[in-house]
């Protein structure tokens, strides 16, 4: 693997997180808003995951292999709690 091939693979690695990320605070937002509106099991939920999301977006900096999919379980988790409401 030659430097630019490295570099391109980083910078996919890059813009992939970012879209993982904006996809995640949209979805958090949008979970947020129908919280306002939800029932305490959704909200004992949220409490559970809430902090989880948090770590995720911190270890996203760190641009691995290992965030990205953190990153992916994280969306596939909040997708599910927005379904729910």
């Keep these: 693997m030659n430097h630019e091939t490295t ?5 996919e690695l890059k813009e992939e997180l970012k ?3 904006e996809h995640l605070r949209t ?4 979970v947020r808003v129908r919280l306002h509106l939800a029932g ?4 004992d939920e949220w409490n559970k995951l ?12 760190e ?3 290992a965030s990205r999919r953190a990153v992916a379980e994280a969306v ?3 997708k599910k709690l927005r379904q729910s409401l």
């Design 40 to 43: 305490m099991d959704a909200r």
């Design 76 to 78: 596939e988790r909040l």
């Design 63 to 65: 641009a691995t292999e």
């Design 7 to 11: 570099n391109r693979t980083a910078a």
């Design 19 to 21: 879209k993982g990320l």
């Design 27 to 30: 979805l958090r937002d949008e």
């Design 50 to 61: 809430e902090p989880h999301l948090f770590d995720v977006e911190q270890a996203a900096h």
